[in-house]
């Protein structure tokens, strides 16, 4: 059975990051990913560790030790936090978070509370990569995410349909060869403030053609379409029982 081990260097991050509340997000500096608009922006660079990444066979055993660390934050289920600080990654499209990953390594997407322990000098390079994202695809999702107020879900279903069937499908589930994220059962408030930064332009990493999408939607729409969206379900073999732990962690 694997030892459970929080790193103190981790515990103390995160004793810090809940105390402080969303401050992190204020946090954020600019680094060297460039952004909408400036020259030499790509919304999928490629290259480096992520090509490297995405041809390596997984390993889900050195997959489930990588995935101590984050478990710190990310919790032994991959379930993230219901208030949205940190957010589910369990049942993730493998593709999605190798690029993901990639990205925050290579500062195209900003994450400095993450940042640190997701270093190569932490984890490893992209074998580790290859190997917690084969990991945490596998992990089955929370059953009862963060949802919203659940007051204008008519609203939020027909701009669902209208504006983000076209890439996140209409139950959400993404699509991992496009790289296009499941978004079904992700907590409200960790999809608000995503969303947010992505239309913003604030996550550099961002896809121009989301952008564009959603350039008119005003706080009611941002709210109605997402709290829908929390509320999509991931099919019934991705969802665990309600309560299920992590036996790899116990
Ligand atoms: C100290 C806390 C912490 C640790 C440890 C941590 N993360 Fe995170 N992670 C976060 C936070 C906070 C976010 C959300 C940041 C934001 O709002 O943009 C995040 C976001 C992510 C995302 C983006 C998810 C998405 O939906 O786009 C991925 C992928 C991820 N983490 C993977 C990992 C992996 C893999 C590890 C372990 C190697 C790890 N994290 C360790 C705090 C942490
Ligand atoms: C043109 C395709 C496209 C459309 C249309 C689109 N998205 Fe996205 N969306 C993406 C891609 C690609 C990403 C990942 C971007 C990246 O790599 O950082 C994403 C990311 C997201 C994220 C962040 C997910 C995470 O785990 O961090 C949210 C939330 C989201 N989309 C919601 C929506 C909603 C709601 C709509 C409709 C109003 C929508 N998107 C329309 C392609 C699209």
């Known amino acids: 059975m694997f030892k459970f081990k929080y790193s103190l260097a981790v515990a103390a991050a995160v004793s810090a990051l809940l105390a402080g509340g969303a401050a992190h997000a204020a946090d954020v500096k600019p680094t060297k990913g460039k952004s909408l608009g400036e020259e030499g922006y790509v919304w999928h660079a490629g290259g480096g560790e992520e090509d490297a990444a995405l041809t390596l066979k997984p390993d889900l055993n050195n997959g489930r030790e990588v995935y101590e660390v984050c478990s710190a934050c990310h919790q032994?289920?991959?379930?993230?936090?219901?208030?949205?600080?940190f957010p589910q990654l369990a049942g993730q499209h493998a593709k999605v978070t190798i690029k993901q990953l990639a990205d925050i390594r290579a500062l195209n997407r900003d994450n400095p509370?993450?940042?640190p322990f997701a270093l190569p000098s932490q984890i490893g390079g992209p074998q580790a990569i290859a190997d917690v994202a084969a990991y945490m695809a596998k992990l089955p999702m929370n059953p009862e995410p963060g949802v919203g107020d659940g007051k204008d879900l008519a609203h939020g279903k027909k701009l669902y349909e209208e504006n983000c069937?076209?890439?996140?499908?209409v139950d959400g589930a993404g699509d991992n060869d496009k790289?296009?994220?499941?978004?079904?059962?992700q907590h409200y408030n960790y999809l608000v403030r995503q969303y947010q930064w992505i239309k913003e332009?604030?996550?550099r990493?961002?896809?121009p053609d989301m952008m564009k999408q959603i350039q008119a939607f005003t706080d009611r729409d941002t709210k109605a379409v997402l709290d829908y969206t929390s509320r999509l379900k991931p099919p019934a073999n991705l969802t665990a029982p309600k309560g299920w732990?992590?036996?790899d962690f116990q």
């Open 165 to 169: 069937t076209r890439c996140h499908g």
């Open 205 to 207: 990493n961002a896809n």
């Open 245 to 247: 732990k992590n036996p």
């Open 201 to 203: 332009g604030k996550r």
């Open 76 to 85: 032994p289920e991959g379930w993230g936090l219901t208030d949205g600080t």
């Open 113 to 115: 509370t993450m940042y």
């Open 179 to 185: 790289f296009y994220p499941r978004i079904q059962g």
